[in-house]
């Protein structure tokens, strides 16, 4: 085996699994920007970062590790030690970048690199430093070279005594290898074939001669030392494809490639590129008080999330990007509803991104005049006003997804689509035709009847004219790949369970008018052992809140809820506000009436909501140890960016929101709301299913109604698994006969599903996870997909086309299953890698569990692997029948089999397991 090779192997075994090396042995980007465009740093196993700007290790998650930026040979004047660098050692000025050259040949110098520059970033956790301005001690002409090296390696072999484990990235630095090559992790150098003339203010090719000799040196560092190399060029941002030939040009001569621009401030081309995760959604802020309420959000993020995209919204007023990077943006989405003051500044800068080559989805109306102009570059015609009646001649099979449009040639934009393909035609009764929906060369559209059409004296009742998931599938040209998906873990659907502490010390409709907390312990949490989270509002179970007489016995019930092991502990707030953005505006007058519990005395605030109920549970109501983390969202559950951002700053977790309630008196995805909403930087989970208090007419009856919530679990099922299961309703639901039973039908109706019960905060988890999980590719590598960052969320739905999978060389990934809509991949861990291609059928593999999938590790003759499950385990294995399951207490027979397929169960909730084949 090369010794590079043995090498990469001993220093990298996480990347290694049961499948071929890559052809680099890493990926690596440099970026020195205040702000990291994460969705595709996180493509990459290395990100060197200029570590004054704050960047903090694990800021890309676990998969990256960030390198920090070190000048060894020089100090700029921003950097806050050059005050304490000895003057001694401040030799001349580089008056190219204004920085002081330093005497590294005094052997002062290792020691203040050490516990002045090396040692503060070490604490902060970084364990990786890219060495910069090893020969500028060339421009210092009264020190000797020789000693000069001798004090860099001495500073070497320093830096690696003092801190054991560092990993050091030279930049050039060939002429200190002989001595310190052993401490050294890899060795970079700039402009190997492409450079930049900070003189000439241009782009360059390397010069023949430079370029051999610095491959010659290359050469050296692989074969001599064993330690791989890194070559940074230099192109423009807006020569992508340009730096991909180069990228895979320097993969070819064994070297590492990152290709960006000269200030490393952009986002570059290595050798992992990012597959694309997000969507520009350009919507009219003047729709609603809130983004929750726009139709961008309630109509298209679903569809988007379900594709496996993250939305990311602005307004036609706000500073719109110059350019989209296809390397993060798949494309752009506009829904307008027409009247934008704005429109001739979206329709430029639209048709700037469209020249540019970035697909456009428009939804509704395309929000700008479309004149004979603009509509000619769009490849459209205008066409004389429609006259009434209109028919629908002819129309692709997206067309009428869930009611037939019905266009009125009153709203009907007149427009015919000679350069696309239409999805519908009208004609009216001259003979004219129109198309309001096309598939363009530059993306496509759909308007108004042909998107969401409310229904006529049916308040809240929409419905799709188009199959949203096909048209932007189509044109945003969008390919069928592994999508991934927090409805589903270890292969089977996610059931989870939260309520509400609302009606707390209601009375119940039972013999002796208990209190309906008392009911709800007693009768569901004691019964239904499951993960719940269970909420208590302040105001009502505290002794100095609005119930004082009944707060021993609220607080005695919450505390025996809050011991039980399968809950964990919630707050619905202090004095459950109605309307979030409402009731904190001092402006208001009758905040206590209106917008939450009329406490006498009480002025509103944030953290009196939030941190101040969380404490009160803390300290009185919670076992000791327990944590405390969650807060349900009371009323509209609308809160905006300011108040987010509390949940951030103290380490919180939070859910609630959105309005999922397809069901068979809605039977519409415009009543699937998305995964969560974004206020800013802050992202809000919303809650997979609506309340009880929307199936029960606002608790007004039937108070049997929550158990239509059956349908919208199966409609949110299949043909699209578009949710989990989640049981969310609130305390008073034990307070009434009718409602207790039919929580009853609800609970044993989830329970018979072949679900995998989770906590709330695990759903919250993998629901953040969706938006930072990321999707990559190596360049030279095309049939295999990285997957990258998957610390909460390790389910992968492959979409029905999706190409076979060959298991034997996907390290990290476990096995598949069929769901409603493909298949669902199961990861083992954080990172894995998906090749496509032919495996054998017999092969072992993981199908679907109860319980997470908390380790998996294959060998030749079987596998190790383990599992933790809040309930006995079940769990499906694929593997032939001679081979054997055993834990540690001996061995494990199958229940029963189908085929290849093996179902286990075990009394207990968590096992380590050997499956052992011959062979």
Request: hydrophobic residues 40%; neutral net charge.
């Amino acid at each position: 085996m090369p010794r590079a090779l043995t090498f990469l192997i001993a220093l990298f075994p996480c990347l290694l699994g049961l499948g071929e090396l890559q052809a680099a042995p890493f990926s690596i980007a440099f970026h020195y920007g205040s702000t990291l465009p994460a969705d595709g740093l996180r493509a990459h196993d290395i990100v060197v970062v200029e570590p004054d700007h704050g960047h903090q290790p694990g800021a890309l998650g676990p998969d990256t590790d960030l390198f920090a930026y070190v000048s060894v040979g020089e100090v700029h004047p921003q950097r806050a030690y050059l005050a304490e660098v000895p003057a001694a050692l401040k030799r001349k000025i580089n008056t190219d970048w204004g920085s002081v050259v330093i005497d590294v040949s005094q052997p002062v110098w290792a020691e203040f690199m050490a516990e002045r520059i090396v040692g503060p970033l070490w604490q902060r956790g970084y364990r990786g430093f890219f060495l910069d301005t090893l020969d500028a001690y060339r421009l210092l002409d009264d020190v000797d070279p020789a000693a000069a090296q001798r004090g860099l390696e001495a500073l070497i072999q320093t830096l690696a005594k003092r801190y054991p484990g560092i990993r050091l990235i030279f930049n050039r630095g060939f002429e200190l290898l002989p001595a310190v090559h052993s401490q050294v992790f890899a060795v970079a150098a700039e402009s190997v074939h492409r450079g930049w003339s900070a003189g000439q203010s241009r782009y360059v090719a390397v010069p023949e001669a430079d370029r051999r000799w610095l491959l010659a040196r290359f050469d050296e560092v692989r074969q001599r030392y064993g330690l791989p190399v890194i070559g940074i060029d230099y192109l423009p941002a807006s020569a992508l494809d340009e730096a991909r030939t180069l990228a895979r040009r320097m993969l070819a001569e064994e070297i590492i490639p990152w290709i960006a621009e000269p200030s490393l401030t952009t986002l570059g081309t290595g050798a992992n590129e990012a597959l694309p995760r997000r969507v520009l959604v350009v919507y009219d802020a003047n729709e609603a008080s809130a983004i929750n309420y726009t139709n961008a959000h309630r109509y298209i993020e679903m569809p988007l999330n379900y594709l496996g995209y993250v939305a990311d919204y602005v307004t036609p007023d706000d500073a719109l990007p110059e350019r989209l990077d296809p390397r993060i943006h798949a494309g752009i989405v506009t829904w307008m509803t027409g009247g934008i003051k704005r429109g001739e500044r979206l329709h430029h800068w639209l048709q700037t991104q469209i020249d540019a080559g970035t697909k456009v989805a428009i939804f509704d109306d395309f929000g700008f005049e479309l004149g004979h102009s603009a509509a000619a570059r769009l490849g459209l015609r205008l066409a004389l006003p429609p006259t009434a009646p209109l028919t629908l001649s002819q129309s692709d099979p997206l067309i009428g997804f869930e009611m037939p449009p019905r266009p009125r040639a009153g709203t009907l934009l007149p427009i015919t689509a000679p350069g696309g393909i239409p999805l519908a035609t009208l004609t009216d009764t001259n003979g004219q035709t129109y198309h309001p929906a096309a598939i363009m060369p530059w993306g496509g559209y759909l308007l108004d009847a042909f998107a969401v059409v409310e229904l006529p004296g049916v308040e809240g009742q929409s419905r799709w004219g188009a199959d949203p998931f096909a048209f932007l599938q189509r044109a945003l040209r969008l390919p069928a790949r592994p999508v991934p998906d927090p409805t589903t873990a270890s292969g089977r659907r996610l059931l989870m369970v939260h309520i509400d502490g609302d009606g707390f010390p209601s009375l119940g409709e039972f013999p002796g008018s208990p209190l309906a907390a008392q009911v709800l312990l007693d009768d569901v949490l004691k019964r239904y052992r499951i993960p719940h989270a269970m909420s208590v509002i302040e105001a009502e179970v505290s002794p100095q809140g609005l119930y004082p007489a009944l707060a021993t016995r609220l607080e005695g019930i919450a505390r025996q809820m809050f011991a039980l092991a399968h809950v964990e502990i919630a707050s619905h707030t202090y004095s459950h506000p109605f309307k979030w953005r409402k009731v904190f505006d001092a402006r208001d007058d009758d905040r206590a009436a209106d917008y939450h519990l009329d406490i006498p005395g009480y002025t509103p605030s944030p953290e009196r909501e939030i941190l101040g109920s969380i404490d009160y549970i803390r300290s009185r109501l919670a076992p000791a140890g327990k944590p405390v983390r969650l807060l349900l969202w009371s009323g509209n559950a609308a809160p905006d960016a300011d108040t987010l951002k509390l949940i951030t700053d103290h380490n919180l977790l939070d859910m609630n929101g959105g309005n999922t309630t397809m069901s068979r008196r809605r039977p519409t995805v415009a009543a699937v709301s998305p995964i969560g909403v974004h206020q800013g930087p802050y992202f809000q989970p919303y809650a997979p299913v609506m309340n009880e208090n929307v199936y029960t007419s606002d608790w007004t009856g039937p108070f049997y109604g929550f158990r239509d919530v059956i349908d919208t679990f199966k409609m949110t099922g299949e043909p699209r698994r578009l949710k989990p299961i989640n049981i969310y309703y609130h305390t008073y639901s034990a307070s009434k006969v009718a409602a207790l039973k039919a929580l009853h039908t609800v609970y044993d109706w989830a329970l018979a599903q072949p679900t995998q019960p989770v906590f709330p905060s695990d759903y919250i988890a993998m629901a953040h996870n969706f938006n930072t999980l990321s999707l990559a590719r190596a360049l030279d590598d095309p049939d295999t997909l990285h997957i990258r960052n998957a610390d909460a969320l390790h389910n992968l739905r492959l979409p029905p086309d999706f190409a076979a999978i060959d298991l034997a060389n996907s390290p990290g990934l476990a096995g598949t299953t069929s769901g409603p809509d493909g298949r669902f991949a199961t990861l083992a861990s954080s990172r894995a890698s998906l090749r496509t291609g032919a495996t054998a059928a017999d092969i072992p593999s993981f199908v679907s569990a109860n319980g997470r999938l908390t380790h998996w590790q294959g060998h030749p003759k079987g596998i190790d692997f383990a599992l933790k499950a809040h309930t006995p385990l079940s769990f499906t294995l694929s593997h032939p029948s001679d081979c054997r399951l055993q834990t540690g207490r001996g061995p494990v027979v199958a229940s029963g089999r189908s085929g290849l397929k093996h179902h286990y169960h075990l009394d207990g909730t968590n096992a380590t397991f050997t499956l052992r084949c011959p062979g």
